[in-house]
Each structure stands twice: as C-alpha cells, then as structure tokens.
Nanobody
Framework: QVQLVESGGGLVQAGDSLRLSCAAS????????LGWFRQAPGKEREFVAA????????DYTESVKGRFTISRDNAKNTVHLQMNSLKPEDTAIYYC???????????????????WGQGTQVTVSS
C-alpha cells in the first residue's frame, strides 16, 4: 500500500507558476507509475500528466503541454508537477495517483490507478 500527500497548491494570478509536490510512503516508490489529475467544480476528473517508473517517459494532456512538467525523485519518494504560465482554466483540485506496473511504463486512465492523495487546491485568478 502507498500513502500519497500532495502539497504546494495555492492562489495565484494568471501567468504565475506553482510547483506541486506529492510525497509517498509505504512500499517501494520506484515500483509505481505516477500521475497527476485534476477536478474543477462541476466537472469530471481529468488526466493531467503521467510519468513512468524511471522518470524517462512522460505524457501530458494537450492543454498543459509546454506549460507543465512532471518529474519524480525516486530517492526522495516524491513526484512534482511544475506548472508555468497558469491560466484560470487550470483552477481545480489536483490529485496525485500511483499504480504499480511491471515495466517502465506510465498510466493514463484514472480508473487504473489504485492509490490517490487527498488533493491540493490550485486557484488561478484572471
């Protein structure tokens, strides 16, 4: 089992940057593919970014490509989401998620992930 705790959310203005972090405890961190998801008020949860076990492979939803960067530090059991050029439409609760995988792959579908954090609020004002 893996426990995930997000941090780093806040209230920023359009164009600003934020760095979200997710600290993991429990089983071997490097066994897990990791992802970031978000849920805006009145909307369904959506995929934001994913990273493979080694960190060598990543994927992003189209709307954040070029602005967000996912990274992980397996020595420190953390995954980060660097968010630049934030827009009001990025406002949401952001969740990190973990799923054990056998190869060095990443996972996109949210319903595949077994472990989730409690979320951190990101609010971007215009």
């Amino acid at each position: 089992q893996v426990q995930l705790v997000e941090s780093g959310g806040g209230l920023v203005q359009a164009g600003d940057s934020l760095r979200l972090s997710c600290a993991a405890s429990g089983r071997t961190f490097s066994w897990y593919a990791l992802g970031w998801f978000r849920q805006a008020p009145g909307k369904e949860r959506e995929f934001v970014a994913a990273i493979s076990r080694s960190g060598l492979t990543t994927d992003y939803t189209e709307s954040v490509k070029g602005r967000f960067t996912i990274s992980r530090d397996n020595a420190k059991n953390t995954v980060h989401l660097q968010m630049n050029s934030l827009k009001p439409e990025d406002t949401a609760i952001y969740y990190c998620a973990a799923q054990s995988v056998t190869g060095d792959s990443y996972v996109v579908p949210g319903n595949i992930y077994a472990y989730w954090g409690q979320g951190t609020q990101v609010t971007v004002s215009s």
